[in-house]
């Protein structure tokens, strides 16, 4: 697997909050599993034969509505299986969560005190009415890796776009 630089792009902070489900599983781990933050840039590039084409980029500047892939790259680096390791990646201010792809990914809309399947959460309006969550209510995503096995890794990541 090939590990990607950290890269925060100007106004954005891209926060990972690791967990584990039990204490001995998270000792074990944090010392062998390798974690790497990440932002690309969704660019629209027109080639020699005037064909476009999406990229994604190194984010050397960003505008507002500009299309984000954050994500968090993963690698056991040690010589025990790692079982139900937890990513929770906090949605930074800046940006809005632009897409779900799966209504079972969990998601917190409150800052990470509570967690449950975006299909499931609701939101309370002032006035008292009740709505369907939408992408942009996301202030935390969550991914639980069933088993990451010896030098094996992976990627977790989300659509966002910038405020």
Same mark, same amino acid.
């Given at each position: 697997?090939?590990?990607?630089?950290? *890269?925060?792009?100007?106004?954005?902070? +891209?926060?990972?909050v690791?967990?584990? *489900?039990?204490v001995?599983?998270?000792?074990?781990?944090?010392? $062998? @599993?390798? @974690?790497?933050?990440?932002?690309?840039?969704?660019?629209v590039?027109v080639? %020699?034969?005037?064909?476009?084409?999406? &990229? +994604?980029? %190194?984010? +050397?500047?960003?505008v507002?509505?500009?299309? *984000?892939?954050?994500?968090?790259?993963?690698?056991?680096?040690?010589?025990? *299986?790692? &079982?139900?390791?937890?990513?929770?990646?906090? #949605?930074?201010?800046?940006?809005?969560?632009?897409?779900?792809?799966?209504?079972?990914?969990?998601?917190? +809309?409150?800052?990470?005190?509570?967690?449950?399947?975006f $299909?499931?959460?609701? #939101?309370?309006?002032?006035?008292?009415?009740?709505?369907?969550?939408?992408?942009g209510?996301?202030?935390? @995503?969550?991914?639980?890796?069933?088993? #990451? $096995?010896?030098?094996?890794?992976?990627? #977790? %990541?989300?659509?966002?776009?910038?405020?």
């Amino acid at each position: 697997m090939t590990m990607r630089k950290t *890269l925060i792009a100007p106004g954005i902070a +891209l926060g990972i909050v690791v967990a584990a *489900l039990s204490v001995p599983t998270f000792a074990q781990t944090a010392k $062998a @599993l390798q @974690l790497e933050g990440y932002v690309k840039v969704e660019k629209v590039i027109v080639d %020699e034969r005037g064909e476009r084409r999406t &990229e +994604l980029v %190194e984010p +050397l500047t960003v505008v507002p509505g500009d299309r *984000l892939v954050m994500g968090t790259s993963y690698v056991n680096g040690g010589s025990s *299986l790692i &079982e139900n390791f937890v990513i929770s990646n906090p #949605v930074p201010s800046a940006v809005r969560v632009s897409e779900v792809a799966d209504p079972a990914q969990i998601v917190s +809309l409150d800052g990470g005190r509570s967690w449950a399947p975006f $299909a499931k959460q609701i #939101v309370r309006e002032a006035d008292g009415t009740v709505r369907q969550a939408v992408p942009g209510d996301i202030t935390h @995503l969550r991914w639980t890796i069933p088993t #990451v $096995a010896p030098g094996s890794g992976g990627t #977790v %990541e989300y659509a966002a776009t910038v405020r």
